[in-house]
Structures are given as C-alpha cells and as structure tokens.
C-alpha cells in the first residue's frame, strides 16, 4: 500500500510547491534561489523514499523443494477399510443447524444398508439418545456408491461433549464431538483452514500438521476441492470412498464447514454425467435449509461469536439469481452485537496474484464486493490456488463503466483475503506469480500448509498460517485481526 499513499503524499506536495512557487514570487532573487535549491533537495528525498518504498507486501524466500505430489496408493494405511462385516467408513460431521444445536452423523456401508440409526449422550457407557437418519445411493457411470448415511442429531447442549455410535446391526463404531458454546459476541472459538486437500502424501502432512498444531483447531472451515477423484479416468469415485477414509480420523470428531469447489462439480458429459455436484451433494450434507437457503451450495451459519456465510463460485450469482437474492437478503440479518466476526468462505479467490486462475474471480467480486465493505466483513477465505496469499485491506468498488476507476485502495471497511488452497492435492503447488507483487498483496508463498483463526473476544482473533515444512509450531504468517464492527481501528502490521 505504500506507494498509493507514497502517490498521494506527492500529489500533495506538489500542490504545497505552486502554492510556494505564487508566494516566492514576491521574495528576492537570492532568497528565491536559496528557496528553489531547499525545495528541489525536499522533493529529491520524497522520490527516493518512493523509490525505496514503492514494493508491496511480502514474497516469501521459503523455496520449498520442488516435487511432484502423488497421491497415496490405494493400499495405504490411510485408507484402511474399517474391520468387520459392514463396518461404517468414512464418517463425518457438520453443524446440523444455525446456532449450533444440532449436529448431522454421516457415514457409509459398504455390504449392505444396515441401520441408519444413531446412538448418542454424553456419557461413553450410556447413550441414552437415538436418533433415525436415512439412506442414500448415487450412481457415476460404472460406479455405484456404498450406502450412505445421514442423520441429524438435535437439541444438544451448548459446550458439551458427546459420544455417539453408528452402523447397529453389524459392526458398530464409536466416536465423540464436543457441541460449540452458545452463540455471543465474547465467545473464543478456533477455526481451522484447510483447502485443496486432495489425498497425496502432501495432503496426509497438511492434516497431520492440522492435527498436530499446539492451537487446537474445533471446528475446519474448508475452503473447496476435496477429494480430486475426478482428476482419475471416469472421475473414479474410488477416489471419493478413499478420500472420505482418509480425512475420518478428523471429520468424525469435529465438523468440517464444506464449500463447493470446481473439483465437486463433477459434471462429465462424455460418459453420460450431467447433473453438477452428485458426488459431492450425496455425500457431504451441509445445513442450508436453516439459513433460508434453497441449494447446499450456499448456506451460513453462527459459532460461537462467528456469522459463517458460505458462498458458491460455480453456482449462479448474477443479479436476479436465487444466489445473489439469498445473500442480499442475508447480510442485513447478521447481527454484530451477537456475532461480531463475519467470515466468508469462498472457492474462488478475488484477490489473486498468482498466475493460476488469475481473475477467475473477478465476476463474483464485481457483483458482491460493494457489500462486503457495506456489512464490513472481517476475512475472505477462498482456495482454488494451491499456493498461499494474504491481502492488505483492500477494496476495489468505485469502477463504473465510463469512470475507469478500478484499483485496489486501502480500505479500513473491507476484509483481508486469505488464499489457502494449499492442502497439498496432486495437481502441486502454484509457483508462478505475477511481479512484481501487486501494492494489495500482504505476503504470498508457495508452499503447503493450513492455518488457524483464533478468535479471542468481540474485539481480537489470532490468525496464523503454517507451512508443512516447519515444526507443527511454527508460524510463517501471522496477524492480529481487530474486529472491523467492534474495533475498526488499523491493525498493526502483521509479522511474516
Ligand atoms: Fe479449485
């Protein structure tokens, strides 16, 4: 951002000097001299503090080595088939409702449909609750899923730890999630950030790290793309069963907010699939209906002190579509004296200075933008890029068609956007950037990794961002976000 503030320092001293250069006029001609050699030496040093600071954010120096990632091998460990005749696989939960009071078990068999029944309390030897979900099957060309399961657990208490167990009748299976405190402004609660995930061996270091991080995330908001099944012949749905076993030993214990990316569309013509989204929308259930929202493509919902608004890249969002009147009517329900954080969750960054899906965010930006910075939300979370980017606060709404004012400006009322699609899936990493670093650009590197948002109060949250190459400690970027309703005023610099 300095050399737009550098740009209208100048401006502004140039204005001073003709305004000096009417006065001098009436001087002396040696004090008119002595006036023009001081002012001349004042501008020299305002250019080369221009100079010196005319650069954006930061460009990490981390090279990460350079290497092909390859997906696990379908015999790993990691995609162990669970033992016993019908054993459930590849459970998973997500919030089940929008303040946090319900909880929805998702879970495959593979033999046969068993129960759809959920057994839950919150003592591990008793579960005094059940609940009766329901079963699903999709087909994609010669594949045929196993049978999946989805059943909504409710009126859970706030902040409390619960034990359920599925797949009665054959082989049962234990687990435990711990429900969010009741929604209000001072509530801590800390968010993971993953995107991109994918199912390669980079992909097992960015959860282990996940796991392994000191500040224990509770619930992931995932950015998009997850299991890359339809990088294989056939989008081999193989791919979507290993990947939903691999991610179990997280997704079974706390829930994973799921935005759609372009790698759920899944839409394949050429072997006769052509409804978007059936893997995805099968399996990875989200809670839309309580939003108001008509498709699980967008949907919001409150945690703790969050308001959660998970926006669709790949669905339509021009004016007049069911996207754009849902998140129009949307913002003005978020309440910031309940939940003062305002998160977005996108697939599709809008601020991207790579050169891998450079501006394919820009049509979604130009409709929404002006009321991100209206509704001050405090962080975009997007993925798609595999690599890892965070914005100043920038906002880029005074274009019109004849004005030709289009340029990213500080903006004390807009997010930051956070890029973190860099899970570690086999496509690799983007490395390509475009130079020099765009003014808007805070820092940016190309290397695996997730991060944290550790929110503190109404007024704090710590947002961290690890690569995989580091000790699970370790913080390659970091910032102090101050809430944009609560506590608008600039945030010191972030450390990276
Ligand atoms: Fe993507």
Redesign the pocket.
């Known amino acids: 951002m300095t050399c737009i503030w550098n740009l209208r320092v100048f401006l502004f001293l140039v204005s001073v000097a003709l305004a000096y250069k009417e006065r001098e006029c009436a001087l002396p001609q040696r004090e008119r001299e002595m006036g023009s050699i001081s002012m001349l030496f004042f501008f020299f040093l305002i250019l080369v503090g221009c100079a010196v600071q005319s650069h954006g954010g930061k460009t990490s120096s981390f090279v990460r080595k350079d290497e092909k990632a390859i997906d696990m091998a379908l015999d790993s460990d990691v995609f162990t088939v669970p033992a016993g005749y019908n054993a459930p696989q590849q459970v998973h939960i997500i919030q089940g409702d929008m303040n946090g009071e319900a909880v929805i078990v998702s879970w495959v068999t593979q033999d046969e449909p068993g129960s759809s029944k959920v057994l839950y309390g919150t003592s591990e030897e008793k579960l005094e609750f059940s609940a009766e979900g329901k079963v699903t099957q999709y087909k994609f060309y010669t594949y045929t899923s196993g049978f999946i399961h989805r059943c909504t657990l409710r009126k859970l208490k706030h902040d409390t730890k619960y034990y359920y167990e599925v797949g009665f009748g054959h082989t049962t299976r234990k687990f435990w999630f711990t429900t969010p405190p009741k929604v209000g402004p001072d509530v801590p609660y800390t968010f993971g950030l993953i995107g991109?995930l994918g199912q390669s061996y980079d992909s097992n270091r960015t959860l282990t790290h996940y796991e392994m991080n000191p500040v224990k995330g509770k619930t992931v908001l995932f950015v998009?793309?997850l299991s890359y099944a339809d990088n294989y012949p056939n989008h081999d749905n193989v791919r979507w069963d290993t990947w939903g076993r691999f991610v179990e030993r997280s997704t079974a214990y706390q829930p994973w907010i799921w935005t759609a990316?372009?790698?759920e569309i899944d839409f394949a013509p050429e072997i006769g699939e052509t409804i978007p989204f059936k893997p995805f929308t099968h399996r990875y259930p989200v809670p839309y209906r309580a939003s108001g929202s008509t498709t699980p493509f967008w949907y919001s919902i409150k945690r703790a002190s969050a308001y959660i608004i998970v926006l669709a890249s790949y669905s339509a969002y021009g004016k007049y579509t069911p996207q754009f009147k849902w998140l129009e009517a949307e913002f003005p329900k978020v309440n910031r004296s309940e939940t003062p954080w305002l998160i977005v969750l996108m697939?599709?960054p809008w601020y991207n200075s790579y050169n891998y899906h450079y501006m394919e965010g820009e049509s979604m930006r130009v409709m929404y933008e002006p009321w991100f910075v209206k509704y001050k939300v405090d962080v975009v979370f997007a993925?798609?890029v595999h690599a890892y980017e965070r914005s100043e606060r920038v906002s880029n709404v005074a274009f019109n068609i004849v004005n030709g004012l289009c340029m990213p400006l500080p903006d004390p009322s807009a997010p930051v956007y956070i890029t973190i699609?860099d899970g570690g899936n086999l496509e690799g990493l983007a490395t390509n950037m475009t130079e020099p670093q765009p003014e808007y650009s805070a820092y940016r590197e190309s290397s695996f990794g997730h991060a944290t948002f550790d929110i503190k109060n109404r007024t704090h949250a710590y947002y961290a961002w690890h690569r995989n190459q580091d000790g699970y400690a370790v913080e390659a970027d970091t910032m102090w976000f101050y809430n944009r309703f609560c506590n608008a005023m600039d945030e010191p610099s972030a450390s990276s």
Request: net charge negative.
């Open positions: 991109d998009g793309d990316g372009n790698h697939h599709s993925g798609h699609g």
